[in-house]
């Protein structure tokens, strides 16, 4: 049987069934596996949650490590370590190229040369080498290593690509 309510939250139409002994026999059942079924999901969830909170604490345990003193000590000793490497390295690039070619290198911020195959070749500054193709210039597939200090590279590069032209290719562009 449908009832019409009204009330201060609006007007409701609603409607009741007699429930037989067998129907509230399933309705009990039926309350009975929702409750269980949401107390299962929140005890998965609260495992979770547990799970989630040690490894939270595993994590700051591992950070506040890697913040401790002597591992920024580390740290500041690696970074000293680097620039001493870099200002070596400097100095062995200036020292190989030559002045000219390493004020080139500083001025012009490319270090421009001619290979054994009688084709020109330019290393910028930041360890990206070209070969000019015509009247333009085309990048060579060559990875810097990171450990690598970036004047050994250039160093590096330009006596390889001076005596040993042909071992390069050409960086194929992919539109």
């Not at 069934?17 to 269980?36: E, F, N």
């Not at 000219?100 to 195959?117: C, G, M, N, V």
């Not at 200090?149 to 590096?156: A, E, G, R, V």
């Amino acid at each position: 049987m449908k009832k019409i309510t009204i009330n201060n939250n609006g007007v409701f139409e609603t409607e009741t069934w007699q429930l037989t002994p067998y129907g509230i026999q399933r309705r009990r059942a039926t309350l009975q596996t929702k409750i269980m079924s949401r107390k299962r999901k929140i005890q998965d969830k609260q495992l979770e949650i547990n799970r989630l909170e040690k490894e939270i604490i595993a994590l700051e345990e591992q950070l506040k490590t890697l913040n401790s003193p002597i591992v920024e000590a580390i740290l500041q000793k690696h970074a000293q370590e680097q620039k001493e490497i870099e200002a070596k390295s400097q100095e062995i690039l200036r020292e190989l190229v030559g002045e000219e070619l390493y004020q080139q290198l500083q001025t012009r911020k490319s270090l421009i040369f001619t290979a054994k195959d009688n084709l020109t070749y330019k290393i910028e500054q930041n360890g990206k080498i070209y070969r000019r193709v015509g009247k333009e210039w085309e990048q060579l597939c060559i990875v810097r290593p990171q450990e690598l200090p970036l004047p050994d590279f250039i160093t590096s590069l330009f006596f390889c690509v001076k005596e040993n032209p042909t071992n390069y290719k050409l960086r194929y562009r992919r539109w």
